[in-house]
């Protein structure tokens, strides 16, 4: 399914509802640039080169696209079911008061390189479409700047002491102030005869407003315009000044009184403003319900009406919108989430990361930690096929992989509903359909892997894991268990960076990172799922949140991460295709990335 910034919020629940009843959501970034030149060591000094670089490029480019595939098996039909969505993206913001300010305030810049550009008009992607139509954002650190920018529009709203001005511009400050002054005194004096001279008009009836104008002559300026609402919003809260823009009044002030309490109009005007901050945040409403975090508050009932693309034949949709709960949604996916997968996939979590939560830190431990935090489950097809494979060995693109696995005699599990309908952009290099592909090729990839017991194969491979130790809370017992850091792990005490995989201590020290324990059996990790469209899912027994805290108990300790793991969403029958993540295929498989040019990194 097309997504854009006119269908949006009618599809959202649709993407809501496949979220929480989903096992596993495949994603795609197409970008308006990458980085390049990657290091060729595997040192820890190249992967933080190599992330540098990347951190770098998504400062400067943009995500433009994002294809999202959710698979849910249905136990019905014993097979998996898919559901795409490909959502345009946009850094722009539309016409309005607070959003032109909010532009100015956050100073988004817009950048493209020339070969990424080429690749994707090679591939027939529209950029006038997706800047134009793409769904707004605000990232979480650029929905606080915004909530700051309601209540003081920056630096300007500061007050100024009129004292520290020039005499000219005090005379102005009292002249301002004995006019309003003026204009205020019969509406809070009782009447004593007829009203001043001035102050009514022929009917004998007070005046509705005072212009300000500029004593020097012409225009205001803006210091004075930034005084004259100084002074009313300091001293007479009950009026409101304006500027007028047209004509033969352009240039000054209008003063008027408030038709409302000057507190409630404020108050107002704020709620106001920071429901379309929550509106802006737009795509990433989506992010934060990935990842387990609140999003339910933020959403306004008439926001499914007021888009003017909804698909033809899916007027379904804005119904759907208005009768969804979102706030169980919110409840479910804070319980159990859809592992994450993509394909080669490192690259596109920091764009996500940048784009849709926080500026990235500088070092890239701190990058593995929080995209931890908050994507607890985090598989890449690319790591899964390259581990083991010697240097000599030809890469493949995704859709050889996905073919050299659909062409074996038993290809593995049954898909349904993947003939990309409902997308335009049914073509390689789309975010769409490339995350469909990301997919099926781990549906297969898993199962085939999983079935052959690859991980069970004694295979040296390094990679690069975060120094600090961390915490993981066994989501069904509660307890925490304290994994060994890097520097601990490793073998050689002249490559602190590096670890073997398949080391004793790591694999013991690492069994007890899942929901589950290991003695509990394997069925216990289900978690029944409906059929789409039949209401929500049953609550998971496991209430969790994803959290990262800093523990500073003694100054020489390195800081420890704690994370919650939620629950899985899976169904006890298909555990043979995909295994459950307190299996040992995700010790060996999960939460691994390939980082290319530097190896591989751990994200725990």
Not at 51 to 78: C, H, N, P, V, W
Not at 181 to 202: L, W
Not at 546 to 554: C, G, N, R, S, Y
Request: glycine share 6%.
């Amino acid at each position: 399914m097309e997504v854009n910034r006119g269908n949006f919020f009618p599809m959202l629940p649709r993407m809501l509802e496949a979220a929480q009843n989903a096992r596993f959501v495949a994603v795609d970034v197409e970008m308006s640039g990458i980085s390049s030149n990657p290091s060729r060591d595997s040192s820890k000094d190249a992967i933080q080169e190599s992330y540098t670089r990347i951190k770098e490029a998504s400062e400067k480019f943009q995500a433009l696209q994002i294809g999202f595939t959710f698979f849910q098996y249905k136990d019905s039909m014993s097979d998996y079911q898919g559901r795409t969505f490909n959502c345009d993206v946009s850094p722009l913001l539309p016409r309005s008061s607070l959003a032109d300010g909010l532009s100015r305030h956050l100073d988004r810049t817009f950048s493209i390189s020339a070969r990424s550009y080429g690749f994707l008009r090679q591939h027939k992607f529209d950029f006038t479409e997706a800047l134009d139509n793409g769904i707004h954002y605000l990232s979480r650190e650029e929905q606080k700047r915004a909530e700051q920018f309601c209540v003081a529009r920056d630096s300007e709203s500061q007050h100024i002491d009129p004292l520290t001005l020039d005499s000219e511009s005090q005379r102005f400050y009292n002249y301002v102030r004995n006019q309003i002054e003026t204009f205020v005194a019969p509406f809070y004096q009782p009447a004593q005869g007829s009203p001043e001279e001035g102050s009514s008009d022929a009917s004998g009836s007070q005046s509705t407003e005072v212009i300000i104008k500029n004593p020097f002559g012409e225009k205001l300026n803006g210091l004075q315009i930034r005084l004259v609402h100084q002074i009313v919003q300091e001293e007479y809260p009950m009026c409101i000044a304006k500027r007028i823009s047209g004509g033969l009044m352009a240039g000054r002030m209008s003063i008027t009184l408030a038709v409302k309490d000057a507190k409630v109009e404020g108050e107002s005007r704020y709620q106001k403003n920071m429901e379309e901050i929550n509106r802006l945040s737009g795509l990433q409403i989506l992010f934060e319900a990935l990842s387990g975090g609140s999003f339910a508050s933020k959403i306004n009932r008439d926001w499914g009406s007021l888009q003017t693309t909804t698909p033809k034949n899916d007027k379904a949709a804005v119904e759907l919108y208005k009768i969804f709960d979102f706030q169980q949604c919110e409840t479910n996916l804070k319980k159990s989430r859809p592992i994450l997968v993509g394909h080669n996939l490192f690259q596109d979590l920091a764009f996500i990361y940048r784009t849709f939560f926080e500026p990235l830190p500088p070092q890239v431990d701190d990058f593995l930690i929080g995209i931890h935090a908050l994507f607890p489950r985090i598989v890449d097809t690319k790591f899964m096929y390259s581990r083991g494979r010697h240097m000599m060995e030809p890469d493949r693109t995704l859709q050889e992989l996905c073919a050299s696995y659909a062409g074996m005699q038993d290809p593995g599990p049954k898909l349904r509903n993947m003939s990309y309908r409902g997308l335009s952009q049914s073509r390689p290099h789309s975010g769409g359909y490339d995350s469909a592909m990301t997919a099926r090729l781990f549906l297969m990839q898993t199962n085939a892997m999983f079935t052959a017991k690859k991980h069970q194969e004694k295979i040296k491979v390094a990679y690069y894991a975060p120094e600090k130790p961390g915490i993981i809370i066994d989501g069904t017992t509660g307890k925490a268990f304290q994994t060994i850091s890097r520097a601990a792990r490793s073998q050689e005490a002249s490559k602190p960076s590096l670890l073997d995989e398949e080391e004793s201590e790591t694999v013991d020290a690492l069994q007890k990172w899942d929901v589950l324990g290991a003695d509990l059996p394997v069925s216990g990790c289900a978690t029944p799922t409906p059929d789409a469209g039949s209401g929500s899912p049953p609550p998971s027994p496991v209430q969790v949140s994803p959290t990262v805290l800093e523990l500073q108990d003694e100054p020489s300790v390195p800081p420890v991460v704690m994370v919650r793991m939620p629950a899985e969403t899976c169904q006890a029958r298909e555990l043979h295709i995909i295994p459950s993540w307190t299996d040992d295929f995700w010790r060996v498989y999960g939460d691994k990335s390939s980082m290319q040019g530097a190896g591989y990194v751990s994200f725990i």
